[in-house]
């Protein structure tokens, strides 16, 4: 198979930003000079520990340990092959690849393949809206206030009737139908026979949050239609429908500016439209299934929520099955740092409906009205009781009192128990009680177990003498955590990732004298010995290949030593910096030698060549220590 050649694979990853694709998927924001930081995409966490180095091309987790290029990056996280990740970014920045030998282009995997036939499925869609039989689809779109360019914007299409109509025209493009079978696009009869799986349906293209097309969701428009009033793409290699967030691809972007950040959450295709044609472009929903644990870690790293700043508003129908959903999402607000509220809107609209009704101005208003997540479910628990009674009072706050205990900040816990009391119109002492024996009840019943399903405070079990496994243990991982705490361990950390980060900018003099010097920290002196051997340091991505040939276990440690904040105000301070501890690694590397000279010259006789030759090199190491130390 022809290769890219790799001076294009080095030309276009210096032409990549690693920013601008990473922060397509994660709110980065500045971590230190040159630093940027969110919450990591590979695993789930509340905290930002993923931090990523646009002048090095790198990015790295302190959480997990994920590190890598830009090409990396996009093999992790679209699961693409090498070669495809190098044609995406060069299509993006629109660079002609080379190939060895002068052949063609590799053919692409199959997931190129299906994010390719979705893609022409929702042009070939796009296409079809405009024709007479779309009539009823375009009459659908207007009756509920989206005119041609509403429909342009979210890309909504039309799927004609007959059975095989974006079959012939996929096939004549090339995709096979094992391809469009694998994409959801067409479905299989008991005969082996392969038809449309929309037909005759409004269809919405559903997209990932980098603007790929990944599956669809159409409505029927016909009585005839013996189909679900929505169907949507199945589950495919592209498409996880607990992962997929409807409007995300719009709204990450003023998600991310927001001040504060804010996610409305409603529950339709033509409620995230009326939500953003009136103004509120945060708006999202999920896609044929209820908001579950998985949205939330997407969402959250869009928002990089590592503070309470943030809402995630919840828009639901006033009816039960609007309240259910509501629950349902209360289950997972621990997991947001977010703070979370619920809008109802009047009468029980939803946002479609209520723009059609009240204008723009009441789907903004909406968001004015919401209530505490809190709030609201507890309304929901003690909805059901009798508060005239005592019986009824007693059996609403054994209800809500677990609601109110699981609530993290103390502060706020108090507040909600008052809360609670004046609904209750009980004393706030008795109210406060009942949410301490939940809080206690709740943290009995959820010890914390290990994935073995044993729990913690059960001791390990020893194993006997002479089992002990023949294989010896892989060496475990060296990372910045596990270094020693000394000034010399400092000094040595800081100066390797100053001359990682700025050594293409200090005097390759200097810089090469000051990395020829040994390290007096193990762990350390490994990533050193690597970035010593480094070919050139001048050319891009040198600190990278330095860091891909250090030794196990200390590659991890390498890498964090990139990626970690390096303390200075700005570049010019930074290599200023660098350029002083590099002279303070060779004063060191000088007055250890001194040291050892001056012990040697008090054994060797006065007189003697050996004498002589000791205090001509002491009196070299002072002059070279004085010429360092008047370096300004």
């Not at 100066?495 to 700025?502: D, E, K, P, Q, S």
Request: proline residues 5%; aromatic residues 6%; charged residues 30%.
């Amino acid at each position: 198979m022809p290769r890219i050649r790799q001076a294009d694979v080095e030309e276009v990853k210096a032409r990549t930003n690693i920013a601008d694709i990473v922060g397509e998927r994660v709110a980065l924001r500045s971590a230190g000079v040159g630093s940027l930081k969110g919450l990591c995409p590979f695993h789930d966490e509340k905290s930002p520990s993923f931090h990523v180095r646009p002048q090095v091309g790198y990015y790295h987790c302190f959480g997990c340990g994920e590190s890598g290029d830009v090409y990396t990056f996009l093999r992790e996280m679209d699961h693409v092959t090498f070669t495809e990740a190098v044609e995406r970014l060069a299509g993006r920045i629109g660079y002609t690849l080379h190939y060895e030998d002068g052949g063609p282009a590799p053919e692409t995997s199959g997931r190129s393949r299906l994010f390719a036939a979705n893609a022409a499925a929702a042009e070939f869609f796009r296409g079809q809206l405009v024709s007479a039989e779309a009539e009823p689809a375009r009459r659908f779109l207007g009756e509920r206030g989206f005119d041609a360019g509403a429909a342009a914007h979210f890309g909504v299409g039309y799927a004609p009737k007959g059975w095989d109509a974006m079959l012939k025209a996929l096939t004549a493009q090339g995709f096979t139908r094992d391809e469009l079978t694998t994409a959801g696009l067409v479905s299989t009869n008991q005969r082996g026979g392969v038809y449309d799986r929309f037909r005759g349906r409004l269809v919405w293209p559903i997209r990932d949050v980098t603007g790929q097309t990944i599956g669809f969701g159409a409505r029927k428009l016909y009585d005839d239609d013996q189909g679900p009033k929505y169907l949507n793409t199945p589950e495919t290699p592209i498409y996880k429908k607990a992962q997929v967030l409807y409007g995300l691809d719009l709204a990450k972007r003023d998600i991310s500016r927001g001040d504060p950040k804010r996610v409305v959450v409603v529950e339709g295709y033509t409620d995230v439209m009326a939500c953003h044609l009136a103004g509120v472009t945060t708006a999202i929903a999920t896609c044929g299934t209820a908001f579950g644990s998985e949205h939330v870690t997407v969402l959250r790293r869009v928002m990089g929520d590592d503070s309470a700043s943030g809402e995630v508003v919840f828009t639901f129908d006033g009816d039960e099955a609007g309240q259910k959903a509501a629950i349902r999402a209360f289950a997972e607000d621990g997991r947001f740092n977010a703070q979370t509220y619920v809008a109802v809107a009047p009468d029980g609209l939803d946002p479609c409906d209520l723009r059609l009704q009240r204008g723009d101005g009441a789907v903004r208003g909406l968001l004015d009205h919401r209530v505490p997540m809190f709030e609201f479910v507890i309304d929901r628990r003690i909805g059901g009781f009798d508060l005239r009674s005592v019986e009824g009072r007693i059996g609403a706050l054994r209800s809500a009192a677990p609601i109110v205990a699981a609530i993290r900040d103390r502060m706020v816990r108090a507040g909600y128990e008052r809360v609670l009391a004046r609904k209750l119109g009980m004393e706030p002492r008795d109210v406060h009680g009942a949410v301490e024996q939940a809080a206690r009840r709740a943290s009995s019943d959820g010890a914390p177990s290990r994935s073995d399903g044993r729990s913690d405070s059960r001791p390990e079990p020893r194993p006997m003498p002479g089992s002990e496994p023949a294989v010896q243990a892989p060496l475990e991982r060296m990372t910045l955590a596990s270094l020693p705490r000394s000034t010399d361990v400092a000094l040595e950390r800081d100066a390797l990732t100053g001359i990682l980060l700025y050594g293409h900018r200090i005097d390759p003099d200097v810089l090469a004298r000051a990395v020829s010097i040994p390290f007096r920290t193990q762990a350390l002196e490994a990533v050193r010995a690597s970035v010593a051997a480094a070919a050139d340091r001048t050319r891009p991505g040198w600190a990278m290949r330095a860091i891909e040939a250090v030794r196990e276990p200390y590659r991890q440690l390498a890498g964090e030593l990139l990626a970690r904040d390096f303390p200075a105000r700005d570049d010019e301070h930074a290599i200023a910096s660098v350029k002083d501890i590099c002279r303070r690694l060779i004063l060191r590397a000088l007055d250890s030698e001194k040291s050892e000279l001056l012990g040697a010259v008090q054994r060797a006789a006065p007189t003697s060549e050996e004498g002589r030759t000791l205090r001509m090199r002491l009196r070299d190491l002072d002059n070279e220590r004085r010429a360092l130390i008047d370096v300004e």
